[in-house]
C-alpha cells in the first residue's frame, strides 16, 4: 500500500514556474515507478511525466517537454515536477501516481498506475 500526498499547487502568471511535490508513505517508494498526469475540467486525466523507480528514466508528454522536469529522491520518497514556463492551457488538476510493479518499464497509460494522490489545483492567469 502506497499513499501519496501531492502539494506545491498555486495561482501563477503565465510564464511562471511552479513545483510540485509528491509526499509518499511507505518503505517501498523506491521500488515504483511514479507518474504525474492532469486533469482540467470537462476533459478526461492527460498523462504529463514518469520516472522510473531509479531515476534513470523519464518520459514526458509531448506539450511539456522542454519545460517540466520530474524528478525524485527516494530518500525522502518524495517525487518532483518543476513546471516552468507556464501556460494558460496548462491550468487542471495535478495527480501523482504509482505505477503497477507488474507492469514492465515506464508507461504514460493512466490505467496502470494503481495509486493516486488527491491532486493538487495548478491555475496560469494570462
Known amino acids: 500500500q502506497v499513499q501519496l500526498v501531492e502539494s506545491g499547487g498555486g495561482l501563477v502568471q503565465a510564464g511562471g514556474s511552479l513545483r510540485l511535490s509528491c509526499a509518499a508513505s511507505?518503505?517501498?517508494?523506491?521500488?515504483?515507478?511514479m507518474g504525474w498526469f492532469c486533469q482540467a475540467p470537462g476533459k478526461e486525466r492527460e498523462f504529463v511525466a514518469a520516472?522510473?523507480?531509479?531515476?534513470?528514466?523519464?518520459r514526458y508528454a509531448d506539450s511539456v517537454k522542454g519545460r517540466f522536469t520530474i524528478s525524485r529522491d527516494n530518500a525522502k520518497n518524495t517525487v518532483y515536477l518543476q513546471m516552468n514556463s507556464l501556460k494558460p492551457e496548462d491550468t487542471a488538476v495535478y495527480y501523482c501516481?504509482?505505477?503497477?510493479?507488474?507492469?514492465?518499464?515506464?508507461?504514460?497509460?493512466?490505467?496502470?498506475?494503481?495509486?493516486w494522490g488527491q491532486g493538487t489545483q495548478v491555475t496560469v492567469s494570462s
Open positions: 501516481a504509482a505505477q503497477d510493479p507488474a507492469i514492465v518499464g515506464v508507461t504514460t497509460t493512466p490505467r496502470y498506475f494503481n495509486y
Open positions: 511507505g518503505r517501498t517508494f523506491s521500488s515504483y515507478t
Open positions: 520516472i522510473s523507480y531509479s531515476g534513470g528514466r523519464t
